[in-house]
């Protein structure tokens, strides 16, 4: 083992996190740092990793990316039939992360995750560039492929190359002129995690961080400090 990973480290320094500094609502001080975020061009910033876990109480971690941010809760979108999309169908609790290097910030949050509704993930799945929306079709996502080069053949096939019959029927039973529509797959669609628990990390020096907690009460969301 190359013990100069030992040595890896540096003192966060660039801002403070108050009790007295946070919006009152959790959904609202995420947004305002997701703001700072894209702002301040971290890369990738609506990127979060969503871990979960299935009848077998394993965890499984992955990066998503965040595409609303509302009242109602934070929404992703992936493939129903995923490794993520079967677990969050035998148990729906989740957690996100996101984090920032550039700006010495992290978010944690858990909560309960639903689909959203069919008119939520055909709309978004419309918005999609059409190569994404072929990929989202094609792909049978989570499962094992024979190769590379059999993704890229269905890919091909789906945007117009000329294969055999078997192949060029299996793209019209999907119909890649509804593609250039918006249609989206059945097996696909959004998520929304609706919030219980948020922590606001600020990196600090001497590893001294910040980290204000939120919590739903009877009042709205208690909000207070856990030592670093």
Not at 25 to 43: G, R
Not at 57 to 74: A, E, F, N, T, Y
Not at 149 to 177: D, F, P
Request: glycine share 4%.
């Amino acid at each position: 083992m190359d013990k100069s990973f030992h040595s890896v480290r540096k003192q966060f320094v660039k801002s403070v996190l108050r009790e007295s500094q946070v919006d009152k609502d959790p959904l609202l001080q995420l947004e305002l740092w997701l703001t700072d975020a894209i702002n301040s061009e971290c890369p990738e910033p609506t990127a979060m990793v969503l871990s979960t876990a299935g009848i077998d109480l394993k965890p499984s971690s992955r990066v998503v990316l965040m595409k609303d941010l509302d009242v109602q809760g934070i929404t992703f979108f992936t493939n129903y039939e995923s490794r993520k999309g079967q677990q969050l169908r035998d148990n729906p609790h989740a957690s996100l992360v996101f984090f920032w290097p550039r700006l010495e910030r992290q978010v944690r949050i858990e909560g309960t995750v639903s689909k959203v509704t069919e008119e939520e993930s055909d709309a978004y799945f419309a918005s999609r560039p059409e190569a994404s929306q072929i990929s989202a079709i094609i792909s049978p996502q989570s499962r094992e492929i024979p190769s590379r080069e059999w993704l890229e053949k269905r890919w091909q096939s789906a945007v117009g190359s000329k294969q055999s019959a078997v192949e060029t029927h299996i793209y019209v039973s999907v119909g890649s002129r509804q593609l250039a529509a918006g249609s989206r797959p059945s097996n696909w669609g959004g998520y929304r995690l609706v919030p219980d628990y948020f922590e606001f990390w600020q990196g600090r020096a001497e590893r001294l961080h910040d980290r204000l907690i939120y919590q739903p009460d009877e009042s709205g969301w208690r909000i207070f400090r856990l030592a670093p």
